[in-house]
């Protein structure tokens, strides 16, 4: 080796026997407020214990991986690892010096002091984020149109952008729709939607809205290709601040509703159903509705879960809600008015839509009650509650309704299938229509209709004695 040669290399030796075989250093310096920032350590040796770092000042760190690197030189081999630790600090901070353990001799990195410059806001080179609400006063209640809008310039190797959760109090929140992404000019645009609805009334303020972007920066690894990988930073919104105004007493309902009511058949024999439904339709949160509990006297009510369903489109939201009821009774009953009071906004006053009155005319049940035991004349010297038949009487009752229900949604739902039907299935369909009439009265029609419906829209084969079928049929018809 030459002299110049040598001497270099004793220049080498001398600085690593000063500084030692660690270095430490940051990909950029100074960085924007929410950027990441790559720290890195590398040292040279066949054994290298790296620190564990979780902070740096206030920012929590993650690691981001290692290398291992090997090479020849003069005749040994040279070993280098290289670790990369990433953090995101929002204001200047000194990287403190870290203890690398190599080939069992402790070595510390330098400190870094780090320059953070304040985060321009809602704009960055080639970057813009906005917030826009669709009004800036609301009442209690009503949907306020939220969209947050992250461009970019189309020129920009972006690789990833997310958006982070707003933050928010005393409202009521949904995503609509799907995100958005469409070109406006020299921008890609990010669009995603939301409805704020308002809980209190007062000076409520939504956001400010975050997203952190990812673009690719050009890098030299430490064989020497240049590769890319993301560098973070994050967009911050101004917040929107919302004046809220509380509604009228005695109304939680705001927007616009109608109500439609119908009930069918209107005339029935007794213990046969009736069918009522109940829809609501409404320009407004149609969840925030509420039907009181159905009460009708000598009417057993049976109930489903109300359907809501929502819709979205063009910055209008609107839903409707339906419940189906069951009525069954052994005597004519009137089905009362329901009413919806609500604020419209628009005009600024309420509103109250409500039903008519529907009266169903219900035959039979005279003779029904002709053949229920007359209590004696001991029993009505002290005030008894309802007998056990009572009791037996309308949980049938009840039964023959949710039957004649499933009956016909799952006849319906067969039909739409075209579905095979089973062997034997017309026959039972047919008994089965023979003892509705009866279950009310018979604890042995009810137990038999339960085993063909099973037979029928259950896929069991539950055995059923015609014999028996007929003999119960005819019991039953000769007490008529």
């Known amino acids: 080796m030459s002299t110049p040669g040598k001497l270099f290399i004793l220049t080498l030796l001398f600085f690593a026997s000063l500084y030692g075989s660690v270095k430490a250093e940051v990909d950029e310096n100074p960085v924007i407020a929410g950027e990441s920032v790559e720290y890195e350590i590398e040292a040279i040796g066949e054994s290298v214990v790296f620190p564990e770092i979780d902070k740096i000042g206030e920012s929590n760190v993650s690691a981001e991986g290692s290398q291992r690197l090997e090479w020849f030189e003069e005749n040994r081999s040279v070993v280098k690892w290289v670790k990369v630790y990433a953090f995101s600090p929002k204001k200047s901070v000194t990287i403190p010096s870290f203890k690398v353990i190599v080939d069992g001799k402790e070595e510390w990195t330098k400190p870094i002091f780090l320059q953070v410059k304040a985060n321009a806001g809602n704009t960055k080179s080639g970057f813009r984020i906005e917030l826009k609400a669709s009004r800036t006063e609301a009442y209690v209640g009503q949907p306020v149109d939220v969209a947050v809008r992250f461009m970019e310039r189309r020129d920009i190797p972006v690789m990833s952008v997310d958006f982070v959760p707003m933050k928010y109090e005393n409202f009521w929140v949904k995503r609509v729709g799907k995100p958005k992404r469409f070109t406006e000019g020299n921008y890609l645009v990010h669009e995603v939607r939301y409805l704020f609805f308002p809980q209190k009334a007062g000076e409520l303020t ?75 339709e409404a320009s407004g949160n149609i969840e925030d509705f509420e039907l009181p509990p159905l009460r009708i006297a000598d009417v057993t009510v049976y109930s489903e879960a109300p359907k809501i369903k929502q819709h979205y489109n063009a910055g209008r939201y609107s839903g409707s809600w339906e419940k189906r009821f069951v009525l069954i009774s052994d005597r004519s ?17 309420i509103k109250e839509v409500s039903s008519a009155p529907v009266t169903i005319e219900v035959t039979g049940g005279a003779r029904s009650a002709g053949k229920r035991r007359e209590p004696s004349r001991e029993s009505n010297k002290k005030e008894r509650g309802p007998d056990e038949r009572s009791y037996l009487y309308y949980g049938a009752a009840f039964l023959a309704g ?12 067969r039909v739409r299938r075209r579905v095979k039907p089973r062997m034997h299935a017309k026959n039972e369909l047919q008994m089965l229509q023979r003892l509705l009439p009866y279950i009310s009265e018979s604890n042995e029609a009810a137990q038999m209709a339960e085993n063909l419906y099973a037979n029928l829209f259950e896929g069991k084969a539950v055995k059923i004695d015609k ?3 007929e003999k119960l049929m005819t019991d039953l018809t000769g007490r008529e």
């Open 206 to 280: 939504i956001g400010p809205a975050e997203v952190k972007v990812a673009t690719a920066k050009k890098i030299r690894d430490a064989f020497g290709f240049i590769v890319r990988r993301p560098q973070w930073a994050t967009m911050v919104s101004k917040p929107v601040t919302l004046f809220v105004k509380p509604l009228p007493e005695g109304v939680k309902l705001v927007g616009d509703y109608t109500l439609d009511v119908k009930a069918v058949p209107r005339k029935v024999e007794a213990g046969s159903p009736v069918t009522l439904t109940v829809r609501v």
């Open 333 to 349: 009953f009137t089905i009362p008015p329901f009413k919806v009071r609500f604020f419209d906004p628009d005009e600024k006053r």
């Open 402 to 413: 949710m039957v004649l229900m499933y009956l016909i949604l799952s006849l319906k739902n």
């Open 467 to 469: 014999k028996m079928f």
